[in-house]
């Protein structure tokens, strides 16, 4: 929710680097897929220890995640596959993410099990109850860019296992907004 209200101040930038995506006629979801390719090798370097490289890796990973939704609004190629597949992509990420995080041994994988359980049902939720009418339910404290940010940073400073386990907390709390906001919104 913090993160995403910041959305419409990059949304210049953003279209400043996708122009010549469009211009090269590459596709919305060629970066889709280019970005989960980025994050997988962001994942990998977490299995192999090196969390600052991953960390970087990540952070370019989730510029050019910003870029797919971008490039479709400009170019006009907006679809609903898109929005399918652009979403699926996020949660293999996500999950790639934290198993590399608990592989690499760089915190313990009971706390990366709990941040992967809340991860996953934070992004469940907002699709389950927008299926069922609430609207866009896109609340609470640690929505995915908050959480990949927090990941980040940590990583960059070397102590990932503290940004893991923020993300368990945050990610839990988060259920809860999120289930309260679907309670408020679709009780009747
Ligand atoms: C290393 C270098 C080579 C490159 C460095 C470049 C940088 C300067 C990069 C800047 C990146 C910045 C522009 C973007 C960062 C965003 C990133 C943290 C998060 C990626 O999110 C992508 C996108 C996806 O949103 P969407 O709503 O489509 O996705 C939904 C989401 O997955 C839902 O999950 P959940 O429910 O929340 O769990 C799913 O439910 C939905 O299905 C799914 O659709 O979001 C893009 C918009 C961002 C939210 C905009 C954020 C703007 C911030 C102001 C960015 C701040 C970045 C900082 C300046 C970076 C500095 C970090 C440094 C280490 C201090
Ligand atoms: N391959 C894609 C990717 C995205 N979209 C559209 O963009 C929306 C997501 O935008 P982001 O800025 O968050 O990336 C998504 O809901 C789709 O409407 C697309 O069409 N094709
Ligand atoms: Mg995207
Ligand atoms: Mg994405």
């Known amino acids: 929710m913090v993160l995403n209200r910041y959305r419409e101040n990059v949304k210049g930038y953003l279209e400043a680097l996708v122009r010549p995506l469009a211009r090269a006629g590459v596709t919305p979801n060629t970066i ?28 370019f990973g989730s510029l050019v995640d910003a870029l797919d939704g971008t490039l479709a609004r400009l170019t006009g190629k907006t679809s609903r596959f898109g929005a399918f597949l652009d979403s699926t ?45 609430s609207g866009k339910l896109a609340v609470g404290i640690a929505e995915r860019a908050e959480r990949l940010l927090i990941i980040i940073i940590t990583a960059l400073f070397g102590h990932v296992e503290y940004g893991l386990y923020a993300v368990a907390v945050l990610a839990w709390i988060t259920v809860i907004q999120r289930l309260y906001a679907a309670y408020q919104r679709l009780k009747e």
Not at 33 to 45: C, M, N, P, Q, V
Not at 90 to 119: C, E, H, K, P
């Open 89 to 133: 992509f996020d949660r293999i990420s996500d999950g790639a993410v934290l198993f590399g995080i608990a592989l690499g041994n760089l915190a313990d994988w009971r706390v990366a099990f709990i941040a992967f359980m809340g991860s996953y049902l934070v992004s469940y939720e907002r699709c389950r109850a927008e299926l069922a009418g």
């Open 32 to 59: 889709t897929f280019l970005g989960l390719l980025i994050s997988l090798a962001g994942a990998y370097l977490f299995y192999r220890g090196e969390q600052v490289i991953a960390a970087l890796v990540l952070l």
